[in-house]
T-cell receptor, first 114, second 114 residues
């Protein structure tokens, strides 16, 4: 079955450590996105990528980094510069960067800083 | 972009139709209405979208008023698994999910009662 796989589902990090969240899709989608969701809030865009080897900052990119070396993969690194990293992180993809519908989301990674 | 207004929460009895309203009084002529939903601790799921005609698919129906200032998402026979946060998004086609693209606000928390 096609879809998006995020791993791990739960992640604990000590303060001052970098951590990388995995996102893999086998939908042959060009565009991929990372969102952050805090309790009781909507989703905020961190980074997005329209095509391989290209990515753009979203609304809250500070303290995060990404790469897009392969079409299928869009890993997100939460760096020690991110002041409040505890949140629910969602990866998504769409067939192109211009579509508004048919987004496919992963099941999310819940990151907790301890 | 047109701003949307949705009730914070709604209840509906299992087996009944759930009608979720959305106000978008400043919608532009080329903007579509999109609906997504997010079940707890999962990623959002695309439901339906429309421009001005009523739309129906296997998940739901979308009714858009003639003046396009509001719309209603209808789940015809709600089940407990329909309990989720429902997001109404208004966007022009081809705008995609980039920096100023798809944004998910707080939505309506629909609770299906047994």
């Amino acid at each position: 079955d096609g879809g998006i796989t995020q791993s791990p589902k739960y992640l604990f990090r000590k303060e001052g450590q970098n951590v990388t969240l995995s996102c893999e899709q086998n939908l042959n989608h060009d565009a991929m996105y990372w969102y952050r969701q805090d309790p009781g809030q909507g989703l905020r865009l961190i980074y997005y990528s329209q095509i391989v080897n290209d990515f753009q900052k979203g609304d809250i990119a500070e303290g995060y980094s990404v790469s897009r070396e392969k079409k299928e993969s869009f890993p997100l690194t939460v760096t020690s510069a991110q002041k409040n990293p505890t949140a629910f992180y969602l990866c998504a993809s769409s067939i192109t960067s211009t579509t508004n519908y048919g987004y496919t989301f992963g099941s999310g990674t819940r990151l907790t800083v301890v | 972009d047109a701003k949307t207004t949705q009730p914070t929460s709604m209840d509906c009895a299992e087996g009944r139709a759930a009608n979720l309203p959305c106000n978008h009084s400043t919608i532009s002529g080329n903007e579509y209405v999109y609906w997504y939903r997010q079940i707890h601790s999962q990623g959002p799921q695309y439901i339906i979208h429309g421009l001005k005609n009523n739309e129906t698919n296997e998940m739901a129906s979308l009714i858009i008023t003639e003046d396009r200032k509001s719309s209603t998402l209808i789940l015809p026979h709600a089940t407990l698994r329909d309990t989720a946060v429902y997001y109404c998004i208004v966007r022009p086609p081809g705008s995609g999910g980039g920096a100023d693209g798809l944004t998910f606000g707080k939505g309506t928390h629909l609770i299906i009662q047994p």
